[in-house]
Each structure stands twice: as structure tokens, then as C-alpha cells.
């Protein structure tokens, strides 16, 4: 719920623990917590609604995503140098998975505790801080491996790192403090501070791939481990 209901989830868990049905502190399993969250905002500042003033229900917030992401889809594929020709299918299952992903990170991104303001045009968005920016680096990664013919798994038995070009070593060092963001996340129940790490990963990785020629490289085993 909202953190309008905070204080009432704090007293129904104080006497919780008064009838002994709770431990008496937080760090002691069974744990409960009240996972609150800020008011989401339309882009004119006020609650985010319908124009009938009503509550926007899930599913047609995310068919109203999947239905943009379709139109920009259809829009870049038109202005692209080599447009791909993709069946309805291809098309309608494309738009699902971008404007579903879009929608979950452009919430999931915010501290869930503060009000943010939502803009399914800003979501969609190719650049920054959006889900189809992550998904973009994705599927350059992917695009690498593929175009490389090599089995990965098989690298990973006999390959090494080599870390000797700056941005290498930034996209290294960065992956290292997975597990421990991972942790972070899950321990304070902030999903924001794991899609910030996959933000500046992209940001990471984007300058490793304009700086450090992967396929047909002398450091081929060692960038494609890196992917």
C-alpha cells in the first residue's frame, strides 16, 4: 500500500509482538515489513488517473504500453538504414516484451518509498535511464556472441581475463559488485538500487563496445567472457 497506511501496519505489528505472534525485532525470522510506496503522478502532477478520475488498472496500463511500443517500433523500423522485415508475430511479441519491460522498470526504478511522475513517452525513450536503453545493450551483447560462432560455456573452461583497456576493466570492476547489490536489494526491499546497477552496467558497457573491438580481435576470448 501507499505510505498513507504506514502508521497503521506500525501498530498492527507492535501488537503483534505484544501477543507474541512476531519476534520482538526485525532481525529475527519471521520478519514483516510493511512495504510502502509514494504516489504515482501523471505528468500533469496529479494522481495518476483516468479521465473519468478513476484508478488506472493494470492491464490497461499495460496494453496503453505495448500499443505505443508497437508505434515506435513500427516508426524506428521505418527510419532505420536496413529496416527488418518482422511478421505480426515477431511484431506483436517484440511490442509486448518492450512495453511490459518498460513499464516495470520505469516504476521499479524509483525509490518505492518517494512520489515519481509517469510518462509512457519518456518510458519509451531510446536514451538514458529506460528499459529499452537496457535492452538495447542486451541484445548488442547477444548480436556479439552470436556473430562470434563461439560456445561460450567452453570459453569460461580455458579462457582468461585480460583487463588492460580502461573501459574493460571499468565494465570488470563494475560486475564484480553484482552479488553485492543483489544483497543490498533484497535486504532493504529496494528493487531501485538493482536497476541502477543495470543502468550504469549498460552505461558501462556501451563504451566497451564503441572502444574495444570484440570479433577478429587479439583479445577476443577475453572481451567475449566479458559479454
Known amino acids: 500500500t501507499d505510505d498513507g497506511q504506514a502508521k497503521h501496519f506500525e501498530n498492527f505489528f507492535k501488537v503483534a509482538r ?3 505472534w512476531l519476534p520482538e525485532n526485525d532481525k529475527t525470522y519471521p520478519r514483516v515489513d510493511h512495504v510502502k510506496f509514494g504516489v504515482v503522478r501523471g505528468e500533469d502532477g496529479k ?3 483516468t479521465r473519468e478520475a478513476k484508478t488506472v488498472p493494470l492491464t490497461d496500463l499495460l496494453d496503453e504500453a505495448k500499443t505505443r511500443s508497437k508505434s515506435a517500433l513500427i516508426k524506428r523500423g521505418k527510419e532505420a538504414r536496413d529496416p527488418k522485415e518482422w511478421t505480426p508475430e515477431q511484431l506483436d511479441q517484440t ?3 518492450v512495453g511490459y519491460g518498460a513499464a ?3 516504476d521499479l526504478k524509483n525509490n518505492r518509498s518517494t512520489a515519481y511522475t509517469f510518462s509512457y513517452e519518456k518510458m519509451l525513450e531510446d ?3 529506460t528499459a529499452v ?3 538495447y545493450a542486451h541484445a548488442r551483447i547477444c548480436s556479439i556472441i552470436r556473430e562470434s560462432g563461439k560456445d561460450i560455456n567452453e570459453l569460461k573452461k ?3 581475463l585480460a583487463l588492460d583497456h580502461a573501459d574493460e576493466r571499468a565494465l570488470g570492476l563494475h560486475l564484480l559488485q553484482f552479488a553485492e547489490t543483489v544483497k543490498e536489494a533484497c535486504t532493504d526491499l529496494l528493487p531501485n538500487v538493482l536497476c541502477k546497477y543495470l543502468y550504469k552496467l549498460s552505461e558501462h558497457y556501451n563504451k566497451f563496445y564503441l572502444n574495444c573491438r570484440v570479433n577478429g580481435s587479439a583479445e577476443e576470448t577475453s572481451r567475449l567472457l566479458l559479454c
Open 127 to 129: 536514451k538514458g535511464d
Open 47 to 49: 494522481k495518476f488517473k
Open 158 to 160: 580455458t579462457g582468461k
Open 133 to 135: 536503453y537496457l535492452l
Open 104 to 106: 516495470k522498470y520505469a
Open 95 to 97: 511490442a509486448e516484451a
Open 18 to 20: 505484544i501477543a507474541g
